[in-house]
């Protein structure tokens, strides 16, 4: 029974890889193939969660790495002193082209450092499981949330270009529509190379773009439309969304301007 | 209870097979009202569970409050104002009862409040599964809709399915955050499309409608309760 269980999930695995993979190669057929299933929805579900967990795994182990080091009192004092000492540079910086009053710069100091203070003391409070275990939990808690802030993300998303979508005439049901569009995280794998220095910036920018790709394709299929339509379908609610953002900008600042007048 | 559970996992992949079943099933509404009921029981004890955790894990908030006023007062504006026995006087009630709301504000782990929940949440589910349910109803059988009230119930019933999201916070530090609300309108409009076999268009006025009238309802209270504030500290400052 569990012999048959395992031989499945490892059988499912390799199918849901291969999806990913043929996905990342625009092959049309697999796009096809994947919104006529029952099960699409899912399917792409569990790739957007495995991509995102995969994606955070590096800054997962930073942080395990960072927060399990055993770091005396005196050690953390001297990194925040440090953190102080970069702010006055970049304070100083600033003090030359702005006119700031005298003696800030000390209250400031007083302020961050009586701040550090409290946290360090709060830091030093006894808790009732070992404080290790507080840190691995906490890390490992902010790994985990990972794929329900994308998901949030790109739900969100997906229902205003379902409705440009239907006003084009597209045919996609909703499980269809989200289904397939989930694929589009599966290139944010890369993001696990984000905080490689240079290289980092680069990944993101490569996943975000392949992964916008993948999704205006996604589009087109799940809708049975063409790629024009599907590239309309999924700016026209990043532009709605900017014109009335400037629009309330605009709004306010007119509002301030005539108030102040 | 198990089929239940497997009805509510299909319904969360928002395929309408799950929300016709129950649309044609006996009972729609009475088997609604137990799924609420379950999942904001399960909900509850689970994410009790990782308030535990949370708390064995978090420093005594009395020590944390006594730090923080200790850190407060070694500041240098407490310093200047320090002298003044009315100054102290006032800062220490504010700060009392600043305490008693930003903590739970900034997520500090409350163990009765989470036990509380057990019996709050499915009652609040419930509450707001019926509001929902019976305004959606009036709404699709305005724009022609054919399902009855106790089919819609039964439907809309089944898209309580993403609080089964909130079953991971028994991992302490996970947060779920707006994918619960997303996927529940989502859900919504499935169960009323299954329900009333509308066009997506009407469908999705009778999912939102709702919606509206509740943002309504909100803001008439929000500026009735303003004006009162607003008249009882006036008739209170003459």
């Known amino acids: 029974m569990s012999v048959n269980t395992n031989t499945s999930v490892r059988a499912r695995t390799r199918e849901l890889v291969q999806l990913a993979w043929e996905t990342l190669l625009f092959r049309h057929e697999v796009y096809v193939g994947h919104v006529a299933r029952a099960d699409a929805l899912k399917r792409g579900l569990m790739l957007l969660v495995a991509a995102t967990l995969v994606a955070g795994m590096s800054s997962l182990a930073i942080n395990l790495v960072s927060d399990l080091r055993p770091m005396s009192v005196e050690a953390q004092r001297q990194q925040a002193a440090q953190g102080v000492e970069e702010f006055l540079k970049s304070f100083r910086t600033m003090r030359d082209y702005y006119d700031l009053p005298p003696g800030l710069e000390e209250q400031i100091v007083a302020y961050m450092k009586a701040g550090m203070e409290m946290g360090f003391r709060i830091e030093e409070l006894p808790t009732r499981l070992p404080k290790p275990v507080g840190r691995v939990l906490t890390d490992l808690g902010a790994f985990l949330s990972l794929p329900f802030s994308r998901m949030a993300g790109w739900a969100g998303y997906a229902i205003w270009v379902l409705l440009v979508a239907k006003l084009l005439g597209g045919r996609a049901t909703v499980a269809q529509q989200l289904g397939t569009t989930a694929l589009y995280a599966v290139p944010h794998v890369l993001d696990i190379l984000g905080s490689v220095q240079c290289l980092g910036g680069i990944a993101r920018l490569v996943a975000t773009v392949w992964g916008i790709a993948i999704y205006v394709k996604a589009v087109a299929v799940a809708n049975e439309f063409s790629i024009g339509r599907a590239i309309v379908a999924t700016v026209v609610p990043v532009l709605v969304g900017g014109t009335l953002a400037l629009m309330g900008s605009l709004a306010m600042v007119l509002f301030l301007a005539l108030a102040s007048a | 209870m198990r089929d239940s559970i497997r009805t509510l996992i299909q319904a969360f992949f928002l395929g309408e097979g799950p929300y016709t079943e129950m649309r044609e099933g006996p009972r729609p509404a009475l088997r609604g009202l137990a799924i609420v009921a379950l999942v904001g029981v399960a909900v509850a ?83 707001v599964w019926f509001l929902y349910g019976l305004l959606a109803h009036i709404v699709a059988r305005m724009l022609g809709g054919r399902g009855g009230l106790g089919q819609t119930l039964g439907c809309t019933a089944l898209a309580v399915a993403p609080q089964l999201l909130n079953v991971f916070t028994f991992f302490p530090y996970l947060i779920v955050g707006g994918i619960v609300g997303t996927w529940t309108l989502l859900c919504r409009y499935v169960a009323l499309k299954a329900c009333h076999r509308l066009t997506w268009s009407r469908t999705l006025a009778a999912t939102l409608l709702p919606y509206v009238a509740f943002a309504l309802v909100l803001g008439v209270f929000g500026c009735l309760g303003v004006v009162v504030l607003g008249l009882i500290s006036g008739g209170g400052s003459q």
């Not at chain 2, 310093?79 to 709301?101: A, K």
């Open chain 2, 45 to 127: 004890l689970v994410g009790l569970v990782g308030t535990t955790l949370e708390w064995a894990t978090t420093p005594n908030m009395a020590e944390v409050k006594k730090t923080v006023l200790e850190g407060l007062q070694d500041m240098p504006w407490y310093q200047e104002l320090r002298s003044s026995p009315e100054f102290r006087e006032q800062f220490r009630q504010w700060y009392d009862r600043g305490w008693q709301i930003f903590p739970r504000l900034f997520g500090a782990p409350d163990i009765p409040t989470a036990a509380v929940r057990v019996v709050t949440l499915p009652l609040g589910l419930a509450l």
